[in-house]
């Protein structure tokens, strides 16, 4: 008997239907946020995939805006910015956390 399958509200990504924890305000079923845990667990592990770890955090986090309020809209709003520099500008993933307090000459 498989699992019922249920899809994640940000992503819609079919997954086994899980019970579990998720972001407090990411829009993230349970088992896409466990998924997740399990692809950052795998770069933090081995070195040869952290250097697309921002990339990772970024994104999903783009791709789970979750309910329209202040926080998640100032999340994606400063996920999307560092996408766009790592992107479109060339920024290096190891610099982008640090990215609000370089904005301003950055984005110039
Ligand atoms: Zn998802």
Do not use: K, N
Not at 64 to 85: C, D, F, K, M, W
């Amino acid at each position: 008997m498989s699992a019922r399958a249920s899809s994640c509200p940000g992503c819609r990504l079919l997954l086994p239907e899980r019970e579990g924890p998720a972001h407090p305000y990411l829009g993230s079923s349970p088992a896409c946020w466990e998924l997740y845990g399990e692809v950052l667990a795998r770069e933090y592990s081995e070195p040869a995939y952290f250097g697309v770890h921002q990339l990772t955090v970024d994104t999903y986090a783009v791709q789970h805006p979750g309910v329209a309020e202040r926080r998640s809209i100032q999340s994606v709003a400063l996920h999307l910015i560092t996408l766009s520099l790592m992107v479109e500008r060339g920024a290096i993933a190891a610099w982008s956390p640090s990215c609000t307090s370089a904005l301003p000459s950055a984005a110039g």
